[in-house]
Structures are given as C-alpha cells and as structure tokens.
T-cell receptor, first 110, second 117 residues
Framework: GQNIDQPTEMTATEGAIVQINCTYQ??????LFWYQQHAGEAPTFLSY????GLEEKGRFSSFLSRSKGYSYLLLKELQMKDSASYLC???????????FGGGTRVLVKP | GAVVSQHPSWVICKSGTSVKIECRSL??????MFWYRQFPKQSLMLMAT?????????EQGVEKDKFLINHASLTLSTLTVTSAHPEDSSFYIC?????????????FGPGTRLTVT
C-alpha cells in the first residue's frame, strides 16, 4: 500500500496563499486525489492528478511529480470558509482503492 | 449528479446491540462501494471494499464477523456493526465508485456518527 505523508496543521491569513505538500510511495501508484473535509462532514472532491504538472481550478491548484512521489495543493486568496482539513489520497494500480494521508488542518485567520 | 446518501446520519446504541448503516448511490450504479471509519482528528481509514454480488474484502485488522457488509444491489451497501462496544464509536463514511472521464472517482456519503454507550 501507499504511505501518504502530509503536515498535520497549517495556519494562514485571509487573502494569503497556502501550499500543502504530500509525499507518497511511487510503487503501485496510479493517481492522486485531494479532498476537502469540514469537521463532521464527508470529504468533497477537489482535484485529481495522474500526469506530471499543475492542474488549476479557480483558487485551488494541484501539482504532481510522479518521479519524486510528490504533490501539493495550492490554495490562493484564502477565505475563512477554507478552514478545513485537506486530505491527500493515493490510488493504486490494483483496483480503485484509495489510501488517505493523515490530513492537514488549515486554519485561516482574519 | 453522483449523490450518495447514508442512513442514519447519527445513532446512539447500547453496548452489545447491533447497528445497521445503509449507503445508497442515488443517481448512478456503483459496482464498488467502500466503507471507512474516522476517529476524531484523524484521517479516513479504509475498513473494507464492497462489491455487488460478492463478499467484501476487508483491510488488515478489521474483523469481518464484527463488521458485516452486504452489497445486495448496484445502489445499496449496508454495514452492520454487531455487538457494538464503546470503542466502536466513530464516524463511519461510505463511498461509491464510478468511472468519470476515465477516472475511478469515489463519491462520499455524508457519514454516520455512531455513539455506543
């Protein structure tokens, strides 16, 4: 299975930019998902990367380097509602099972 | 589209009783559903993979006789926590897998909060 590592917590100011890094084992890797989860709610899909490079979706962007086993989620123009946990999840080549990282709690301050 | 529901959204039960949680894909068919457990301030831990018409595949350390999974149709999977104990209190989340633009994406249900007293 995948070992997914990401920081536990990050704090940023409203309007700023925050980058959440995620590293994973490259063997048996197919693609990488990012999810947002507010407390007490289910995760919601943010992005999926399978090829190297940057995928941009409005204020959120996600980057993947397959050779380095590295991804990041970039949140721009932070808003208070962006305070949540961000989960990095690797999808293996055997089936469509996901392995989640521990999640990064982002706190946006005024 | 791609809506997944769970029922109940929360449940309180006494120690020793069994609780059934339903997971439904409302507007699509899902041959595969997943069951996760999440403890406070922790990430999602996969419990089992549920395939329609066949036995579920459990992750290491998850007792299959305690967490019974039935995937009776392409839109319904159930998780029964048997002989529940306080340590089973957790947030249980299901997801249903569908192929979208070549990607096996998982759509998550809203979760079920189980409290065992």
């Amino acid at each position: 299975g995948q070992n997914i590592d990401q920081p536990t917590e990050m704090t940023a100011t409203e309007g700023a930019i925050v980058q959440i890094n995620c590293t994973y084992q490259t063997s048996g890797f197919n693609g990488l998902f990012w999810y947002q989860q507010h407390a007490g709610e289910a995760p919601t899909f943010l992005s999926y990367n399978v090829l190297d490079g940057l995928e941009e979706k409005g204020r959120f962007s996600s980057f993947l380097s397959r050779s380095k086993g590295y991804s990041y989620l970039l949140l721009k123009e932070l808003q208070m509602k962006d305070s949540a946990s961000y989960l990095c999840a690797g999808q293996g080549t055997a089936g469509n099972k996901l392995t989640f990282g521990g999640g990064t709690r982002v706190l946006v301050k005024p | 589209g791609a809506v997944v529901s769970q029922h109940p959204s929360w449940v309180i039960c006494k120690s020793g009783t069994s609780v059934k949680i339903e997971c439904r894909s409302l507007d699509f068919q899902a041959t595969t559903m997943f069951w996760y457990r999440q403890f406070p301030k922790q990430s999602l831990m996969l419990m089992a993979t549920s395939n329609e018409g066949s036995k579920a595949t459990y992750e290491q350390g998850v007792e299959k006789d305690k967490f019974l999974i039935n995937h009776a149709s392409l839109t319904l999977s159930t998780l029964t926590v048997t002989s529940a104990h306080p340590e089973d209190s957790s947030f249980y989340i299901c997801s249903a897998s569908a192929l979208a633009a070549g990607v096996h994406e998982q759509y998550f249900g809203p979760g079920t909060r189980l409290t065992v007293t």
